[in-house]
Each structure stands twice: as C-alpha cells, then as structure tokens.
C-alpha cells in the first residue's frame, strides 16, 4: 500500500510538473524561433534596401555589411540581380535559380524555411526580394541570409534539459515526501495489523494504539474494544472450564473409593459387575476431567518457548514409561542417529505432556510382545522431529482426518476407549510452541505420530519449571 500511495503521489506530481513546464517549454521554443527569424529578416531587410539604391557606394557598404555579418554570426549572406546575375563585389551564389530566388524576383514574396517541420533543420535559409528606390514597384534583385542553428540548437537544449533536470528533482522530493506521507497514513494500519496477526496467533491480550486519522482511530478503537470482549469471554470460558474440572475431581476420588469399598463388601457376581463397570466409567470420567483441565491450561499460553536437549527430555520420558510397556511385554525402542542433543524450543513441561500423551496412546493400541519405535533426527537448519510409531491397527485416511478433534475417540485393543481429549491436547501444546503435528501410517503397519520442533539456535536453558499434568503411564488411548 506504502508502494501505490508514493507511486500515485509521485504521478499526481509529475502531471501538474508536465502541464506547467511543457507549456512553458514549448513557449520559449516558439518564442526563440520566431525572435530569430524575426532577426534573420530585418538584417536581410536591410540588405535589400541597400541593393535598391543601386550605385557603387551603396554596393560597397552592402559587401562590408555582408562580410561583417558573416563575422559576428552564424550567418551567410547571398545577393543576386535581376535576371540572376552576380552583383559585384558580392560573389554569385551557388544557385541563383531556386525556387525561393525565383519567387523572390518574380513574384516579390518573401520566405523563409527552417529546413524541416520539426522545430527546425541545419540552417534558416531567408529570402527577401529588392526593390528599386526609385520605383517601389520594380525589383532590382534578391538577398538571402543562410543562418546556421547550431546555436539554436544548444539553447534548445538549455530550456528543455534545465526543466527536465528540474522535474527529475522535484519528482525526487515528491517521492521522499511521499513516502514520509504514505508511511504516516500507513502507520495506523500497520499497527492494525500487527495487532490482527498477533490475535490470529491467540494472543488475546494484543492492543492496537488509537492514532492516526480520525477513521483508523475509531477502526483501532472498535477492535480494541472487540478483542477486549473476546478475551474476557475466553477467560472466563478457560477459568470455568479449569475451575469445573479441578473441583469434579475430588467428589469423582471419592466416588471411586466408595464403589472400590462396596466391590471389597459385596459377594453377588453380578452386582460385583455393575460396580466395576461404574467404578469403570468413574475412571473414565477422572481421565476426561484431566484432560479438560490440561487442555485449559494449555490455551491460556501462560509460558513462551525455551531451549531443551529434545533427546534427554525423550530419554527421561521412556524411563518413566518402560515399566507399564513391560507388563504387557513390550518393547519401547529410541531411534537416535545424531550426536547432537538436538535443542527445540518448546513451553515449560509441554513436551513432558506431548511425550505422555502419544506414548500412552500407543501403548494402548500396541499388542503385546509388540514394539514402539521413537525417533529423533533434524529435518532440516530450522526444524528437529520426533516420530513414534506403533504397531497397532493403526487409522484409515478418514480416521486420521478427525483424529485431532476434541471428543473423538479411537477404540484400542484393549477394548477401552479414551477421554477423545489426548490428541488435541498434542496438537494444542505443539502448535503453540510454532511446531507441527501430523499422523500416517508406520512402516509396516500402525501408526505414526510425525511431530516437527523448531530448533533453538541460543544457550541451553532449564524449560522445564512450571505446573504440568502426564496422563497416567498406561492409560487408554484418546483423541484418536
């Protein structure tokens, strides 16, 4: 937008600069032609006059004035008699029957030609014709002035370069002020902007400044009040949803305890089976809970992302997770090729979380004796990858397509089903650190969770400080 206001500024200039000096430049070229022929005519008038007397003296000083002309000027004088003959002292000229010679002696005219019809040619050539001073009315001969326009030319230039010379200036100052111009009117709506960006990146706090003309100010202004209303709404979505989930855990705790006591009390096989089914339903209520209270948490982006050794972290993970794949025998696998610790940037304990979520979703599904592959590498300068692959029933295209929305819940092989909240809450913590999350189908069968970090370029920092809840190692799978 800077570009087109400095560009319509800069034409709006260069038209008013064009309809003020070309007129005028065209004046002066007008003007200098017709003083020069004007010029041109009176000496060769005056010339004539002299040939009109006809006696020797006045032939005399008609050379002397010829060759004096000739001296101060660019100019060449020709004189011819009656008839074409040469008029002594004066030399015949080249051709004495042209036709401006043969109109000047017959017919009396006199002309003048520029030489072409585009401002003019080499020379000016003038023709006026003699008559005798004695009789007004008989010509006695003609006098032509051949005026070269070498001159002429150079104060063409002079009037035509000095104006272009100026327009190039003035249209360089226009441009500067322009663009001093233009940023001013921009300003406010790169401010806009700015706030626009960083609202779509969830940063619900962003403010636009109230500056600039009046309608950007009321723009910025009915934003601000916007966005101001949007996060108050969102606030309190998060606070309840926060505040709902931590105070149904405590009645879902003791719940659970109280339908464990009557399990422990009861001796018929099938109440037994309606209360381990409740007490199943319980736990999955418990899970579903977490998940909405980590979920919460991890929208309101509380942290910004810091520098980790990504293979440590991963590291620390599996050994918390070997012992629940153990019981089932199977075999957690870390696929690690690179020397490099391979820092990312990532949230205080997001990566934990991530790391738990995925890790317990495929070992849900995995079969036992089964293996989970982990792997680290660096895609590229910018990005590091974690990859963990299962060996389980893995997704269809449409399964994968819906596997990251809140709810959804893909059925493991153990017959359980997930809060649906897993997955999301995955794709929540990585897209907020400015990574990226997708599913496809594992070598061999299964799935795999390809999950993209941004690599950290500064000193290493401690990110892991900071409330975080992990999913209970071996919990069933959710959110796909």
Request: glycine share 10%.
């Amino acid at each position: 937008m800077i570009r087109r206001l400095i560009v319509s500024y800069v034409l709006l200039v260069g038209v008013a600069l064009a309809a003020f000096t070309v007129p005028v430049a065209f004046t002066l070229t007008a003007q200098l032609r017709g003083d020069t022929e004007e010029s041109v005519r009176r000496e060769a008038t005056t010339m004539a006059l002299l040939l009109g007397v006809g006696d020797a003296p006045a032939r005399q000083a008609l050379a002397r004035m010829a060759g004096a002309y000739a001296d101060e000027t660019p100019g060449a004088v020709e004189v011819v008699a009656a008839g074409g003959a040469a008029v002594p002292p004066l030399p015949r000229p080249a051709r004495p029957g042209d036709a401006a010679f043969t109109r000047a002696l017959r017919d009396g005219r006199s002309t003048a030609d520029w030489g072409s019809r585009f401002v003019w040619g080499p020379e000016l050539v003038v023709t006026v014709p003699a008559y005798a001073q004695a009789d007004k009315e008989r010509i006695v001969g003609a006098v032509r002035i051949r005026y070269a326009t070498t001159d002429l030319t150079d104060r063409l230039w002079r009037i035509w370069g000095f104006r272009a010379v100026l327009a190039v200036g003035v249209l360089a100052v226009a441009a500067g002020l322009g663009a001093i111009v233009a940023r001013l009117l921009t300003k406010p709506l790169l401010q806009l902007n700015d706030m626009a960006s960083r609202f779509s990146d969830g940063d619900l706090t962003a403010r636009s400044p109230v500056t600039g003309p009046q309608e950007t100010q009321t723009l910025a202004r009915t934003l601000n009040q916007g966005a101001e209303r949007l996060d108050t709404l969102v606030a309190s979505q998060r606070i309840f949803v926060a505040d709902a989930s931590h105070q149904l855990r405590t009645p879902l705790t003791a719940l659970r305890l109280s339908l464990d006591n009557i399990a422990d009390g009861v001796d018929d096989e099938s109440v037994r089976e309606d209360v381990e089914q409740a007490t199943a339903e319980v736990v999955r209520m418990s899970r579903l809970v977490s998940g909405l209270l980590v979920l919460a948490r991890a929208e309101a982006k509380v942290s910004a992302p810091e520098p980790l050794a990504l293979r440590e972290l991963v590291e620390e993970r599996l050994s918390v997770w070997r012992p629940a794949a153990d019981e089932r025998g199977v075999t957690i696998v870390l696929d690690c090729d690179v020397d490099d610790p391979l820092r990312v940037l990532a949230g205080p304990g997001n990566l934990d979380q991530v790391l738990d979520n995925v890790l317990s979703n495929a070992l849900e599904v995995s079969p036992d004796r089964g293996a989970i592959t982990v792997r680290l590498e660096a895609a590229s300068a910018d990005e590091s990858v974690l990859e963990v692959f299962d060996q389980g029933p893995g997704m269809s295209a449409a399964e994968q397509s819906r596997a990251f929305d809140r709810f959804w819940r893909g059925q493991g092989l153990t017959g359980r089903s997930g809060s649906g909240l897993g997955l999301s809450i995955v794709k929540q913590l990585v897209t907020d650190d400015g990574g990226t999350v997708a599913l496809r189908r594992a070598p061999g069968g299964g799935l795999g969770v390809r999950i993209g970090l941004r690599a950290a370029t500064g000193p290493r920092t401690d990110t892991r400080v900071g409330p975080w809840i992990s999913p209970r190692p071996g919990a069933p799978r959710s959110g796909g």
